[in-house]
């Protein structure tokens, strides 16, 4: 034996080492295969599980609006909707519906408006949508922070120009998802926070004052001095309509420790005014 080893230059040429370690090497290879397509079917059976389950994210519940990442979904899919939100369904911008709280399997039968939605192209297997949840409820722990003089307001009794102080919080509510997606975020956009929307939407608020806040004090035959006094009309007001947040599918429906008032010297001229006219 040690003169094979040392003809044959070492374990390396011994033939009967040889024939054991091919076959050693040929036994791994095949666990390895083996262990492989084991891996593989299981990453095989996760992937489609995740595929056949449609809901919002645990860690995005606190967004106003989620948009699903991936357009193309199977049918029969399960469609998990939350109780305090939306699934709205778009496809090529035009909506195809929306599918409220509950859970819902992605087919032409339980969701009648998937029905002229469905792909032929994929043998009826596959739907081609965006999907977006929306939350519904009023979004008490996000309340929106507005401040604004509001310059070149009319005052109704002596047709003077005044600029009234508004500042506060409101909480809102998505009243029309369809709106909200197409006037505020568009349907391309998935915000990653909530602090765009509510910026967009102290925005319009404050636009919207610029309307309410004389329609309120015309209709109480008030003047704007008196505007503190009408602290409640505002907020009845403010929660029965803003035009511009209902143009995107939003309503007031709490006012938070919000003050209106003038500044001194132009609450003086006002009230030189009135003292004028003798009223």
């Known amino acids: 034996t040690s003169r094979r080893r040392k003809q044959g230059g070492g374990l390396h ?3 009967e080492y040889l024939r054991l ?57 399960q469609l ?25 399997t992605i087919d032409g039968q339980n969701i009648p408006f998937l029905k002229n939605w469905i ?20 979004l008490n722990n996000s309340p929106v922070k507005f401040g604004a003089k509001l310059g070149g307001m009319i005052d109704p009794g002596t047709e003077l120009s005044c600029s009234p102080r508004i500042f506060g919080e409101f909480v809102v509510q998505v009243t029309d998802p369809v709106k909200f997606i ?3 975020t568009g349907q391309s956009i998935q915000p990653h926070d ?5 910026e ?5 608020f404050r636009k919207g004052c610029r309307s309410v806040i004389p329609a309120t004090i015309s209709a109480k035959n008030e003047s704007v001095l008196n ?21 995107v599918g939003l309503k007031v429906t709490k006012m938070l420790d919000f003050k209106v008032n003038l500044d001194p010297a132009e609450q003086k001229d006002l009230r030189d005014a009135w003292n004028m006219v003798g009223m």
């Open 21 to 77: 370690h091919t076959k050693r090497a040929e036994s791994k290879r095949h666990d390895a295969l083996k262990e492989g397509d084991h891996m593989g079917l299981f990453e095989f059976v996760k992937n489609g599980v995740r595929q056949m389950m449609i809901a919002r994210p645990e860690n995005m519940h606190h967004l106003i609006v989620y948009k699903h990442p991936d357009r193309s979904v199977p049918m029969w899919t």
């Open 119 to 138: 792909d032929s192209a994929t043998g009826g297997n596959v739907l081609l949508a965006e999907i977006f949840f929306v939350r519904s409820q009023p």
């Open 200 to 204: 967009y939407a102290s925005k319009l």
């Open 227 to 247: 505007i503190s006094a009408l602290h409640d009309d505002l907020e009845d007001a403010f929660k029965a309509r803003v035009p511009d947040l209902e143009d």
């Open 182 to 184: 197409l006037g505020l």
């Open 80 to 104: 998990t909707v939350k109780s305090d939100e939306g699934a709205v369904f778009f496809r090529d911008g035009q909506l195809m519906g929306i599918v409220g709280p509950g859970r819902h």
């Open 194 to 198: 909530n602090d765009e929307i509510l």
């Open 13 to 15: 040429g011994d033939p």
